[in-house]
């Protein structure tokens, strides 16, 4: 007699664990320089990436509720795409300013977070397309 597991209605865990990485990269990102002007550094931090850490906190959270649950609670799935979704829209616009800004560059941890909220946005979407 086999022994069946509630863990064949989650999908692949490449998939899971590219969303976990995904999301680590916006929390990291979230902490480093995000521009620099004139010599001073302007941090994640210092700002907008309070939010987007908080963001990226929050659907880390789900994700593991929703990993732990059996991958049940489509629900779970469709806060995070939202949530990721409005962190990408943050870090574009963040993205955007800088790059707009006379004299300003940006940084890696502003294009490590925007790539990060992009990537868990388009990850969350798919996992609750098959899920």
């Known amino acids: 007699m086999t022994a069946t597991t509630s863990s064949a209605a989650v999908p692949s865990s490449d998939r ?3 969303l976990y990485l995904a ?3 916006v929390s990291i990102g979230s902490f480093l320089p995000w521009a620099q002007q004139l010599g001073h550094t302007v941090r994640g931090t210092d700002g907008l990436g309070n939010l ?3 963001l990226g906190g929050i659907v ?3 994700i593991l509720r929703w ?3 059996g991958g049940t609670r489509r629900a779970l799935l469709t806060a995070s795409f939202g949530l990721c979704g409005a962190a990408s829209l943050v870090l574009l616009g963040a993205v955007a300013r800088v790059t707009l800004h006379a004299g300003a560059q940006p940084m890696g941890g502003l294009f490590v977070a ?3 909220a992009v990537f868990a946005t388009a990850l ?3 996992l609750r397309h098959t899920a």
């Open 67 to 69: 990993r732990i649950g």
């Open 16 to 18: 899971v664990t590219a």
């Open 23 to 25: 999301v680590a990269a």
């Open 60 to 62: 880390g959270a789900l």
């Open 124 to 126: 969350t979407g798919l």
């Open 114 to 116: 925007a790539t990060g």
């Open 52 to 54: 987007t850490l908080l």
